[in-house]
C-alpha cells in the first residue's frame, strides 16, 4: 500500500544547481500538491495540479516548476537551486470526489539543503 | 490576515491528560473545510480529523474531538488521555473554495505537544 511516494528523501545541493523531486501517487487521485516546510513553520503550497496537464501557482511558486504528464507523477524543478530554498518538501493527492471529508494523503518529505 | 492562526507555539502536557489546542481561521466562504495533522519527530504528516462548515456535530475520531465553533471561527482540537506518543507538532489546515479550484490547504504554523510521563 504504498500511497505517495517521493524520492529522494535527502539532497544537498550547491547554489545554482538544478534538480527534480519525483512524486508518484498509486491511488488514482486527480489532485496533486507540492508543499514546503521550513524549519519550525507550517507547510507552504508551491504548486497543485487538478489533472494530468493542468497545473497552478499556489503562494510560494517562485524558483520552481511542475509538470503533470500522467495522473500518477506530479515532479517538481529547482531550476537555479538558491539557499532560500533550503526545507523539506512534501508532495500530497487526494481523492476528486473530496468536497467533504477526505484528507490530502502525504508523502514521507524530501529533506533538501542548499549550500 | 494570517487565515489560520494557531497562537500556541508548544505546550506540555502531563500523561493521561486532555489538552486543547487551538485553531482559529478566517474566510469569507460559507463553504470550507478544517482538518488537523500530527507531524511527529519523524516528519511524516498524518491526519487526525476533519471538520466541514456545515456539519451540525463536532468531529470524532477516537480520542480526537474538535470543538467547532463557527460564529467564533475557531476550530480547537482536544487530545483526551494523552499518550507518550502524542508528542509531536499539530497543524490546524483549511480548504476555501469550490471543488475545481483544487482542494488546497492553508496551514497553522503549528503547535508543539510534549507529554510528561
Known amino acids: 500500500n504504498a500511497g505517495v511516494t517521493q524520492t529522494p528523501k535527502f539532497r544537498i545541493l550547491k547554489i545554482g544547481q538544478s534538480m527534480t523531486l519525483q512524486c508518484t501517487q498509486d491511488?488514482?487521485?486527480?489532485?496533486m500538491y507540492w508543499y514546503r516546510q521550513d524549519p519550525g513553520m507550517g507547510l507552504k503550497l508551491i504548486y497543485y495540479s487538478v489533472g494530468a496537464g493542468i497545473t497552478d501557482k499556489g503562494e510560494v511558486p517562485n524558483g520552481y516548476n511542475v509538470s503533470r504528464s500522467t495522473t500518477e507523477d506530479f515532479p517538481l524543478r529547482l531550476e537555479l537551486a538558491a539557499p532560500s530554498q533550503t526545507s523539506v518538501y512534501f508532495c500530497?493527492?487526494?481523492?476528486?470526489?473530496?468536497?467533504?471529508?477526505?484528507?490530502?494523503?502525504f508523502g514521507d518529505g524530501t529533506r533538501l539543503s542548499i549550500l | 490576515a494570517q487565515k489560520i492562526t494557531q497562537t500556541q507555539p508548544g505546550m506540555f502536557v502531563q500523561e493521561k491528560e486532555a489538552v486543547t489546542l487551538d485553531c482559529t481561521y478566517d474566510t469569507s466562504d460559507q463553504s470550507y473545510g478544517l482538518f488537523w495533522y500530527k507531524q511527529p519527530s519523524s516528519g511524516e504528516m498524518i491526519f487526525l480529523i476533519y471538520q466541514g462548515s456545515y456539519d451540525e456535530q463536532n468531529a470524532t475520531e477516537g480520542r480526537y474531538s474538535l470543538n467547532f465553533q463557527k460564529a467564533r471561527k475557531s476550530a480547537n482540537l482536544v487530545i483526551s488521555a494523552s499518550q507518550l506518543g502524542d508528542s509531536a507538532m499539530y497543524f490546524c489546515a483549511m480548504r476555501e473554495g469550490p471543488r475545481a479550484a483544487g482542494n488546497k490547504l492553508t496551514f497553522g504554523g503549528g503547535t508543539r505537544v510534549l507529554v510528561k510521563p
Open positions: 500530497a493527492s487526494s481523492d476528486v470526489r473530496a468536497y467533504s471529508n477526505q484528507p490530502q494523503h
Open positions: 491511488m488514482n487521485h486527480n489532485y
